[in-house]
């Protein structure tokens, strides 16, 4: 008898182009970006050094308020940040497409809680591939807020969740004040970049070997392709020990986030690091 609700609905049975009830917006988006970035990258095939410096620079710091804030910090409370820096990557993170803290950290915490199952929302083993690349993100049900992260869905971060419209607005658009070029590689062209380089996190990466339950694995060679979210490609170690803010556990296992956050506690901008307790540390 089955016991969980999500499973009888098996949302990835759904033909590809059908959204769930509310999430035609979420549908929209991810194809009005991909459309303007085909058109930006027919029309502006090479950037100018300011603008690619400019677009990698924003994909980066969006990458890092993921990787640091939203995942190590609100997600799995491995750290504790300085209030102004905290706001300053939710920003980053929402101007790179993440979504607001509260949505992101529900359904993370839902993948945890149920890996590879048939109740986990994002992944490859239940639906396929594309499933856990892109089409949990516009064809599952949205987590509940109130269970997952009661916490996140109040006060500040309830201002983030009113804000996430205006500030994907913001970030797709921004570029226009330059020029043509800069409106396209400021903004949709980085974005699906950033959007495909976030979401390997949730295909690639849980792809390994385990027959069932956590197929999470490291992905050594998505690190230097993934510039917006430095060390999450050691996935595998993540599950292993999800209470570490430290992802790459060796010293070839480069993870900027961790080298980031080592410098932010040097310095007095974060405290209450943990360490891997799994691993050589
Ligand atoms: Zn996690
Ligand atoms: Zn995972």
């Known amino acids: ?3 969980n609700p999500a499973q009888d609905v098996r949302p990835w049975e759904q033909p590809f182009w059908k959204p769930a009830p509310g999430k035609a917006v979420v549908f929209c988006y ?4 991909h459309v303007l970035a085909i058109i930006g990258l027919i029309l502006f095939p090479v950037p100018s050094w300011p603008i690619l410096a400019a677009s990698l620079s924003f994909a980066a710091l969006g990458g890092l308020g993921a990787t640091i804030c939203y995942h190590r910090m609100l997600a799995h409370r491995t750290l504790k940040l300085n209030k102004v820096l905290e706001h300053l990557l939710v920003f980053w993170a929402m101007l790179n497409g993440t979504g607001s803290p509260a949505s992101w950290v529900a359904y993370h915490r839902l993948h945890h809680s149920r890996t590879d199952t048939p109740g986990d929302i994002s992944s490859p083993k239940q639906g396929g591939f594309w499933w856990a690349h892109l089409r949990w993100l516009y064809q599952s049900a949205r987590a509940d807020r109130p269970k997952w992260c009661p916490e996140l869905d109040r006060g500040a971060y309830k201002v983030w969740t009113f804000a996430e419209g205006p500030v994907i607005l913001l970030s797709l658009f ?15 062209i980085r974005l699906v970049y950033s959007l495909h380089m976030q979401c390997l996190v949730n295909s690639l990466t849980h792809l ?5 339950g956590d197929s999470s694995q490291n992905v050594w060679w998505l690190g230097p392709l993934q510039l917006t979210s430095w060390g999450e490609n050691w996935h595998g170690n993540h599950h292993s020990s999800p209470g570490s803010a430290r992802l790459g556990w060796h010293w070839w296992q ?3 986030g961790w080298y980031c956050i080592c410098l932010m506690e040097r310095v007095g901008l974060a405290s209450n690091v943990k360490r891997p307790k799994l691993g050589p540390y």
Do not use: K
């Not at 921004?174 to 949709?188: D, E, H, K, P, R």
């Open 1 to 3: 008898m089955n016991q």
């Open 30 to 33: 991810l194809l009005l970006i």
């Open 174 to 188: 921004c570029g226009f004040v330059f020029s043509w070029q800069a409106f396209f590689w400021l903004g949709a």
């Open 208 to 212: 390994g070997d385990a027959e069932e």
């Open 254 to 256: 480069v993870d900027i």
